[in-house]
């Protein structure tokens, strides 16, 4: 749905399966409706308006900066979002203001109605204030010519960027919902673990994976070890009850296509992710969980870097490294991104489905799988909350990252992710 729809044009451009604009302009709403049948549109005024419809999306796109009452259109707005609804707005930078109104005084711009100029937080205080919050933002529009193509390259690339961002000409926000979620049964869970030479640590991993949800079970996948990995797993669920543990071999190499095989096998409508080498206490799996489900993110990412760790836990450069990605990853996917390659992540399994189908926008060239769905959550725009853990010292074998090599590939999916999410 959009609100403020105008001629229509926005709505019919992102070719909704069903799309409905409201205009208070009945000039406006017939132009509409003779441009684009296939959609609906209704004549209203949105302070007042009210339908019973749910929308994947709605848009407000340039109406804040007009309406006579902000909170009031957020509030009715907000009654037709579900859970997995995003609001998206767009309004002009405030920085804008006198410039703007020079150029309108000198005839160089076409003068406009009293704005309402709004800051960024002007807006997500209304939000707040109305049950949603900000799932991410940022800003469009440095040049408003194209200069012979310097305006479209300052547009993608430099309208983004710190300094220049503070200046950009629109400012974007997606916000979504925060009511508690309404779960008509207790969630079932599964935990994929991907387990290469890591025989020494199964035998405690399965005592001490708590119970959570309606029942919880464990998808193991072995990634072609030089130990007994496989044949202790496949000795040690044999002892589990009926239904407890999945085994299987996994066919490609990496940690990541390892994950995506566990995920792919998953049956319950949590997953989460587990490290085998414990390093992650698989007793702080219920945090995850219930950060899940009260609704506090849609995706849970785990954190090692905000309680001390344990003396061996993580090498000094690893330490320096993982800091330096997680600026990197805020800047880039507009949300605060403390820890990229904690192994420990969680979301519904729906959300994941939603992740796979559109796996081809950045393609399958992760080999860990954490990145794979960083950049799909981002993509969907899922609300990512963090869960700090506290890291462990590593009781058995040897880690499989190697820091160089790995490190160099992680630069290389830190610029691609920029090219694809950030500078498009």
Known sequence: MEVGCGEGDLLASVKPSYGVGIDFSPEMVA????????????????????????????????????????????????????????????????????????????????????????????????????????????????????????????????ARAWPVRKVALTNFVVARTVAP?????????????????????????????PDMGAATDIVFVEGHSTDDTYETIARLIANEPPGRCQLFRQNGTGKGDAVRMG?????????????????????????????????????INGVRLVYPMETEAMRSLNLFGNRLFSLAFTWILDQPIR?????????????????????EYFGDFDPFGDYDLLFGAAKLNLSIAEVPIRYRERVYGSTNISRWRHGWLLLRMVAFAARRIKFV
Not at 141 to 154: E, F, H, P
Not at 185 to 208: D, F, K, M, Q, W
């Open 31 to 158: 132009l509409a409706r003779a441009r684009h049948p296939d959609l609906s549109f209704i004549e209203a005024d949105a302070h007042d308006f009210e339908m019973s419809d749910s929308f994947d999306y709605i848009v407000l796109s340039d109406l804040v900066n007009d309406v006579w009452d902000v909170q009031r259109i957020i509030s009715r707005v907000s009654h037709m979002a579900t859970s997995d609804t995003r609001i998206v707005l767009n309004f002009y930078n405030r920085l804008w203001e006198s410039p703007l109104r020079a150029a309108a005084t000198f005839g160089f711009a076409r003068r406009s109605l009293l704005q309402n100029w709004l800051t960024e937080s002007d807006v997500e205080g209304f939000l707040r204030l109305c049950g949603l919050e900000v799932v991410r933002n940022w800003t469009e529009i440095i040049a408003l010519t194209n200069l012979a193509g310097l305006g479209r390259l300052a547009n993608q690339y430099l």
């Open 263 to 299: 995920l792919s096998q998953a049956k319950g409508d949590i997953l989460m992710i587990l490290d085998a080498d414990l390093t992650v206490p698989p007793e702080d799996l219920p945090r995850f969980y219930d950060a899940l489900i009260s609704g506090a993110g849609e995706f």
């Open 339 to 359: 820890d990229t390659l904690c192994g420990t992540k969680v979301l519904w399994k729906s959300d994941y489905e939603k992740i796979a189908a559109n796996r």
């Open 181 to 209: 979620q309404s779960l008509p049964a207790l969630p079932t869970v599964s935990v994929i673990v991907a387990a290469r030479n890591e025989a020494g640590n199964i035998e405690a991993l399965l005592e001490r994976v």
